[in-house]
């Protein structure tokens, strides 16, 4: 007996040497001028920021032509490559779900969740694509249906078959692949930070594939890239969300939506972003995520019974349809005819979910210690999944219902996708108190963007470190607001176009980042679970 209790505990040790590293987070940071750096990341990022930036200020319109055309080339040439990898995320998540390693708990069998469900499940929405939802949730359907740009397989529009395409291929947009991404990426950060106290960092991810070396140039490069996606993806719709707001305010007080009024309100978005993240995460983020799941539950709740609770069933049974329908179909990365939908929005949306990646996926791993991976990935996957095709068949049935009887400024179509929100919510009563309403969501949910992605950032560029000084926190969350103000100032539409063009283009990298990743992760949830079965075996 002791023989083979010595033999198994022999067994134990070899399977824990294999996650045995000397590297100790933190240990390649320089600390000056209050800040806490990792030596490389933090440098190289901030040098690649600033030359971006005076280079898209210098020459705004050569940028915006150069990367766009960057852009293009990798949406038209990778589109096979996106879509395929879409639907690998899908089915990986799918499989651990219900293979054995879903019992795996983050952090250990003893480890106690930080935050509430009701908590961690406005926390991870909020981050994710709440801002997505307000701005496309109208103009979307809405725009495949009149054939603004390109329409899902071809179907012509105004028709039956097209209303029902429309909410279907706009929920596969926002539905389980993009949940998957994030999904991928924040489960492999959480569990070899917490299972095996790894730094809360891309590079960590690679260690079944790379070992010693990740800690080297080839993690500081898998870093670096990561921090570049973030910043860019977050300045980008600071910028955007600018614009959004300010065409609000416009279409509410009559305010001028110009440049003056963007940047004002990116100054108080920034603002309040940086008092969140002094706060920290539950005094910050987890509090402004709460107050912003009751004020879009409250809105959503308005536009389904404004709209009649009768018109929403419809639209809901036709969202649900369209969804299982068209899944399939326009998950095909071969002989597609639909070029101006398949890569203007479909290619588009993956590129840039994947650069969103490190952000989302990172600040998720955050808030989620404590859950098993089959309720990490069952809720990261399937609770936003539900949501979405709930306020898709709300407003986006709204919209589609008044384009249908002729009502209102989206009978004539999509012109300024920013407005559509707020034209569907004209054509309901009280429209004052719910423009103004969706102006606040809107205002919110990108501070709740802005502060989570600051404390990802400051995590990544600190070498792993989730109590690294405040100041770095407030550095990045100013950073997004500079970036965005200066870019809009100088340069405008074109400097913001230039941005989002570079932010989508990462995306490429990234892709065959995460399918290393996943691979790299599965090595590491079959580790776990070996262990976790000697572990039990030798207790008994």
């Not at 055309?69 to 990778?78: G, K, L």
């Not at 879509?83 to 499989?95: D, K, P, R």
Request: with cysteine; proline share 3%.
């Amino acid at each position: 007996m002791n023989e083979k209790t010595s033999e198994m505990q022999e067994r134990i040790e070899n399977i824990e040497d294999i996650y045995d590293t000397d590297y100790e987070i933190g240990q390649d940071n320089i600390e000056k001028w209050g800040f806490d750096l990792h030596s490389t990341v933090f440098f190289v990022s901030a040098f690649l920021i600033v030359a971006f930036v005076i280079g898209s200020l210098v020459f705004p319109e050569q940028s915006k032509v150069g990367l766009e055309a960057a852009r293009n080339w990798v949406q038209t040439t990778f589109d096979w490559l996106f879509l395929s990898a879409g639907n690998i995320f899908v089915l990986f998540c799918i499989a651990l779900i219900v293979l054995p390693v879903g019992s795996i708990r983050l952090g250990g069998e003893d480890a106690v969740p930080d935050f509430s469900v009701g908590s961690w499940f406005a926390m991870l929405f909020a981050a994710g694509m709440g801002i997505g939802l307000m701005f496309w949730s109208v103009a979307e359907p809405v725009g495949y249906f009149t054939e603004w740009f390109g329409t899902p397989l071809n179907i012509p529009g105004f028709t039956e078959e097209s209303k029902t395409a429309a909410l279907g291929a706009t929920m596969y947009h926002w539905g389980l692949h993009p949940w998957a991404i994030y999904g991928v990426v924040g489960l492999a950060l959480a569990f070899f930070t917490y299972n095996k106290g790894f730094p809360l960092t891309i590079r960590s991810t690679f260690y079944p594939l790379l070992g010693e070396r990740v800690w080297g140039w080839i993690g500081d490069v898998i870093d670096t890239l990561a921090v570049l996606a973030t910043i860019f993806g977050l300045a980008t719709s600071l910028g955007l969300g600018a614009q959004q707001a300010a065409s609000g305010f416009s279409f509410l007080f009559d305010i001028g939506g110009g440049l003056q009024t963007q940047v004002i309100i990116i100054t108080g978005v920034t603002g309040v972003a940086i008092v969140s993240v002094v706060r920290g995460i539950d005094g910050g983020v987890k509090l402004l995520s709460n107050i912003n799941m009751v004020l879009a539950a409250i809105l959503l709740v308005f536009v389904i019974f404004a709209g009649t609770v009768t018109s929403f069933f419809s639209s809901l049974a036709t969202t649900v349809t369209g969804y299982v329908e068209y899944l399939l179909p326009l998950s095909n990365p071969v002989g597609r005819e639909d070029d101006t939908f398949y890569h203007s929005w479909t290619i588009f949306f993956w590129a840039w979910w994947i650069s969103w990646s490190p952000f989302v996926g990172m600040f998720i791993a955050r808030v989620s210690r404590g859950r098993t991976v089959r309720q990490f990935l069952t809720a990261v996957l399937l609770v936003p999944t539900l949501v979405t095709v709930v306020w898709m068949s709300a407003f986006g049935g709204n919209g589609l219902k008044q384009v249908t009887q002729n009502v209102g400024a989206l009978a004539d179509g999509i012109g300024d996708s920013s407005l559509a929100l707020f034209q569907m919510l004209s054509q309901l009563p009280l429209t004052g108190i719910t423009a103004f309403l969706a102006i606040c969501l809107v205002l919110v949910f990108f501070v709740t963007s802005s502060d989570s992605g600051s404390l990802v950032i400051d995590s990544i560029t600190s070498g792993g470190k989730t109590t690294a000084p405040v100041a770095q926190r407030v550095f990045w969350a100013s950073m997004e607001g500079v970036i965005a103000a200066v870019l809009l100032i100088v340069g405008g539409n074109a400097a913001l176009q230039a941005l989002q063009a570079g932010a989508v283009t990462t995306g490429l990298p990234f892709t065959f980042i995460l399918l290393a990743m996943c691979v790299s992760l599965g090595r590491g949830l079959y580790h776990e679970r070996k262990l976790l079965a000697y572990n039990a075996a030798l207790a008994r």
